[in-house]
C-alpha cells in the first residue's frame, strides 16, 4: 500500500512543483522556505486533505516515549468513528492500531495515532494553509469540509434562518475558505465581534446554504452538525 496516495490530479500538481513561474515563483518559494515536505504536502491525497482540515481541533505533539502523535477529541462519537477513522486508516501502514475510546464516565471520545511522517505533514499543512491554494479543487474542497467539520457551527441568526459559521484565529485560513466556496457559487461573509480574537466566516441564505450541503461543494459530514443544518432549513 502506497503511504501517501495520489490523487486524480496528480499530473497538474506535479506540473505545478516543476513549474513554480507559471503559478508565482516567489510566493511559492516562500510558502515552501524551510521544508523539506513539498511532495508530501502537494501531492498528498483527498484524505490527508481533510485531516488538514480538521487539524485545527487537534493536537499534533511530538517527544515522549510515543514519539508524533496526531490526538483529536470529541463528544460525536458517529463522527469520529465513521468520518475521522476511516480517513486515517487509509493514509497509515495496516499495522498501525487506529480506534476511538472513551475519555472516562463523560460524552467525550479520543483518537490517538503514533506516526511521524501523518504529524510532519499535517504541522506543515496547519502552519502554511497557502499550501492549500495550489491544490486540486477536490483536495481544496476537501480542507474545507475539514474546517466545518472541526470548527463550524449550524445555528439560527438573529432573523430565526438557518445560518452555518466557521471560527478560527487565523483571518487567513478563513479567507482561503471562502475563495474555495466561491469557486461554488456559495456566498458568506465575514465578522469579528468587538473585543474578541476569533474571527467568524457566517454562511445565510436557505438557497446558499443548499448549494454548500448539495453536489461537489464543500459542505459538512460530521453527522450532528450535517443533521442540524438539514432540519434548520426543513423548517
Do not use: C
Not at 474546517?147 to 482561503?176: H, M
Not at 459542505?219 to 434548520?232: N, T, W
Request: glycine letters at 8%.
Amino acid at each position: 500500500m502506497e503511504r501517501w496516495r495520489i490523487s486524480e490530479d496528480e499530473d497538474l500538481e506535479k506540473e505545478n512543483l516543476k513549474k513554480p513561474e507559471s503559478l508565482n515563483r516567489r510566493y511559492i518559494e516562500q510558502l515552501f522556505e524551510g521544508t523539506d515536505r513539498i511532495a508530501e504536502t502537494m501531492l498528498a491525497s483527498v484524505n490527508i486533505a481533510y485531516l488538514a482540515g480538521i487539524t485545527e481541533d487537534a493536537h499534533l505533539g511530538q517527544g515522549g516515549k510515543e514519539g508524533y502523535v496526531f490526538d483529536i477529541e470529541s463528544k460525536s462519537e458517529r463522527w469520529l468513528t465513521d468520518i475521522v477513522m476511516p480517513a486515517l486508516k487509509l493514509e497509515l501502514s495496516e499495522e498501525k492500531e487506529v480506534k476511538v475510546t472513551r475519555r472516562g464516565t463523560r460524552p467525550e471520545y479520543r483518537i490517538q495515532v503514533w506516526d511521524k511522517d501523518l504529524v510532519e505533514t499535517l504541522r506543515v499543512l496547519f502552519e502554511r494553509p497557502g499550501i492549500v491554494r495550489l491544490w486540486s479543487i477536490r483536495k481544496q474542497r476537501a480542507w474545507v469540509r475539514g474546517l466545518a467539520d472541526a470548527e463550524g457551527s449550524a445555528t439560527r441568526n438573529t432573523d430565526k434562518q438557518p445560518q452555518f459559521s466557521f471560527y478560527n484565529k487565523d483571518f487567513e485560513k478563513l479567507k482561503i475558505a471562502g475563495e474555495i466556496l466561491e469557486k461554488d457559487g456559495v456566498h458568506f461573509g465575514f465578522y469579528l465581534p468587538q473585543g474578541r480574537d476569533v474571527w467568524q466566516m457566517y454562511l445565510t441564505g436557505r438557497e446558499n446554504l443548499k448549494r454548500f450541503l448539495d453536489g461537489e461543494a464543500s459542505g459538512v459530514s460530521h453527522p450532528e452538525k450535517r443533521s442540524r443544518l438539514l432540519q434548520y432549513l426543513a423548517e
